[in-house]
């Protein structure tokens, strides 16, 4: 493949850089980082896209959407991260609204479409459960018809911003006796029903984004499902067979490199600043050729997944076991790079314990040691890399 300046997205990175500079209010800049915001901020920063007419970046125009090619998308994205912007629901602008887009009735889109692009209703995923994550089809939380409503009963886990979102999509099995992937549905749940517990898992960055949620005869009106009985399997092969060229979270890769170069142009160690030691040059050199080459594959998957290739299915998961990676050993410099102050965490703004006093160390660190902490967990979440490894060997390799 052949790689040439494309003008075209040049003219669209400089419309970005102009919408960002008039409507991003300034104590909304700089807040992001590898976490979904908090949801005040996610709630604001969609209704102000929203009121310009970039609600929804990452749809086409007949669903309401900027209709974006794939390359211009991941322009918007790079563009918000380098201005640090709040996140925007990442759950139902990538995964849950193409799905909404593609299966669900003229009601649901109408009692769901609008309340999601002002920013006013938030999701969660409900897929994993104890026992159940790489082999998701095993799940057991069951949904029994009773009239026009499921009752629902059982456990998810990992379920991530549950205790601030106000719906779950969510895999539940209404047939126990059919072939396990041909017994799961998906169901639509208003977080406030009656029955529905969220108890938090404190992660190992010590932040709460994580939680287990229980649902104990929690009952669900049955045009709350998504398509047809028993075809949840197939929609979520759907949902999770989207966004391959954002795997490797290419903009954030990008954050952590060029925050990696103003640290080691200004950090002293040893009488002299980092980047003027050559095993500190060395490592960031390597960190860079390796962040180029996974641009050039994204760049790649982009392209291929513009034109639905199922080539991008593949590049993909080997995007996503490269970009993790990157985002572990970026993130590690990051930390032994501020020495000392690297082992400060802070007060995530997600955190019930944050409050916004100013805290004693200097800027660069602020939250770099929670952030790498929570990158451990990016070669789990989202399929892990053995799982994508699994994938690539079969799909590529035909083994
Ligand atoms: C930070 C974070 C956020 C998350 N957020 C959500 C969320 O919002 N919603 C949600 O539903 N889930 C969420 N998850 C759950 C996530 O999807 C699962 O953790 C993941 O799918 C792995 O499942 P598991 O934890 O059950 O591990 P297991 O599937 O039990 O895997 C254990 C180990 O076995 C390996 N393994 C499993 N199967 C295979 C195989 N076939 N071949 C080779 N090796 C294999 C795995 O790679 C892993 O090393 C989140 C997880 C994390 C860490």
Redesign the pocket.
Known sequence: MEFHPDSGLEAFRQEVRQFLRQHLPSDLAGRARSTRSPAAEVRRWQKILNEHGWGAPYWAKAHGGTGWSVPQMLVFDEECAALGTPTQDG?VHKLLGPVLNQFATPAQKAAHMPAILAGERLW?????E???????ASLRTRAELDGDHYVVNGQ???????HESDWIFLLVRTDANVKKQAGISFLLVDMKTPGITVRPIR?IDDCH??NEVFFDNVRVPVDHRVGAEGEGWSITKFLLNNEHASAADLPALKRYLRELHQLAATQQAGGERLIERPEFALRLARLEAQLRAIDMMVQRVAALEQEHHPAAHTLGSMLKIRGTELQQQLTECHVEALGDYGAVAYAHPHDERADDAPLPLQDAARGLANDMF?RR?ST????????Q??IIAKLLFQL
């Not at 104890?130 to 998701?136: A, F, K, N, Q, R």
């Not at 789990?380 to 799982?387: A, D, K, M, P, R």
């Open positions: 759950f969660c995923q409900g897929f994993s104890p026992g159940s994550g790489s082999d998701l998810k886990i990992w379920t991530s911003y549950a992660s984004h994580l929570f967990a789990i979440y989202g399929g892990t890399s053995e799982v490894r699994g």
